[in-house]
Every structure is written in C-alpha cells, then in structure tokens.
C-alpha cells in the first residue's frame, strides 16, 4: 500500500540553525500538507501546497518557514533560523486532488529538537 | 477562525466498557474525519462523514456527524486494549480552499485490561 514518507525521523539542532525536513508525498497525489504537533497537543495545520504554489498557509507559517517541491517526488519544509518553539513533531500528508471527500494520508513525522 | 473543540481531553475506561468522545466545531463543517494516534505514532485516517445527519459503524466504532454538521461523535462498544491511543476529530470548512484540516485536542483513551 502506498504511503508517505518522511526523513530523517529525528533531528536535532542549535537554535538559528536552518533545517530542512523532507517528504515523498503518495505518487499520485496533488495536496500536499505540513502540519506540526508540539508534544502532548493537537495537530496543528501549516500550510498547503497544490499545483507548484501554496495554496492557503497559517499564522504559524510566517517568513521562516518556506516550502518547496524542487522535483516530481520531494516536499520539503524549511525553517531559516529555528527558534527553541519551534521543536515538535512535523507531520507531511498528502491528499489526492479534487473536493474535500479525500482522507489525508499522513507520513510517520520527523521530530524536531531546537537546542 | 475555525475552532474545533474535544471532549473528554483523557479518558480511562476499563477493558469492556464503552467510549464516547464529543467533538464541536464553532463553524459549519464540509465534512469532519476522525483520526486515531497510537502514542509515538502519526495520525491514521479512521473514517469521514460528510452529510448531514449521517452514521457510520466500523466493527466496534460509531461515528456521528450532527444535523447542523457543526458536531460530531466517535463511541467504541466493549473497548479492547488494542483501542489504546487519542482520537482526534478534524474538520474541513469549504471556506478553506485547500480543504485543510483544523483539529480538536484529541480524545486520550487509557483501557485497562
């Protein structure tokens, strides 16, 4: 069965250092999703990407935060300068196109620690 | 913006009795789906209600989704240890063109055997 997936499963880095995590959204998917979850609360939506552009992104994601789909497979999220908040779980998920009647299929999550 | 709330945030049941958990939203919902997160894990789609009114049954599981599709409920029959984990509700709006999916807190369920 076809799924998403993450890498690397964990990072670590000082604060104001940029990190960049990594996903294979499901092939023949066209939404792609970045979510975060900060240990013990909820799932929290960043932003979403169709066609090459985001389509609708969330407080959350302010100018630190960029996204990127640099070929036919990849989705990665960058955080410029990490700040001590921004440690958590990210969660990619993708979702094939057309109405909202498509579940969301979510990868396993990269935890960020910002030291 | 869109609020979900969830209810119970924890929930210890012993191992055969029953399990609800409430979701309300403070706008109207497209459709709502339900999630299950085993600790240490991602969230895994359960299931999706999208009209008005509608029920849905998956083995032990009963969803509901309410007539003015702005609540929801998750209830376990007879839970099993293997039902372990925090359910979470997360609502799409047809405002949100991208059809994101805004959360509630989650539901924890603690099954004790």
């Known amino acids: 069965e076809p799924e998403v997936t993450q890498t690397p499963s964990h990072q670590v880095t000082q604060m104001g250092q940029e990190v960049i995590l990594r996903c294979v959204p499901i092939s023949n998917h066209l939404y792609f999703y970045w979510y975060r979850q900060i240990l013990g609360q909820k799932v929290e939506f960043l932003v979403s990407?169709?066609?090459?552009?985001?389509?609708?992104k969330s407080e959350i994601f302010d100018d630190q935060f960029s996204v990127e789909r640099p070929d036919g497979s990849n989705f990665t999220l960058k955080i410029r300068s990490t700040k001590l908040e921004d440690s958590a779980m990210y969660f990619c998920?993708?979702?094939?196109?057309?109405?909202?009647?498509?579940?969301?299929?979510f990868g396993p999550g990269t935890r960020l620690t910002v030291l | 913006g869109q609020q979900v709330m969830q209810i119970p945030q924890y929930q210890h049941v012993q191992e055969g009795e029953d399990f609800t958990t409430y979701c309300n939203s403070s706008t109207t919902l497209s459709n709502i789906q339900w999630y299950k997160q085993r600790p240490g894990g991602h969230p895994v789609f359960l299931i999706q209600?999208?009209?008005?009114?509608e029920v849905k049954k998956q083995k032990r599981l009963t969803f509901q989704f309410g007539e003015a599709k702005k609540n929801s409920s998750l209830h376990i029959t007879a839970t099993q240890t293997t039902d372990v984990g925090t359910y979470f509700c997360?609502?799409?709006?047809?405002?949100?063109?991208?059809?994101?999916?805004?959360f509630g807190k989650g539901t924890k369920l603690s099954v004790i055997p």
């Open positions: 998920a993708s979702r094939l196109a057309g109405n909202s009647y498509n579940e969301q299929f």
């Open positions: 990407f169709y066609n090459n552009e985001i389509s609708e």
């Open positions: 209600l999208v009209k008005s009114g």
């Open positions: 997360a609502g799409t709006n047809s405002g949100a063109g991208s059809y994101q999916l805004t």
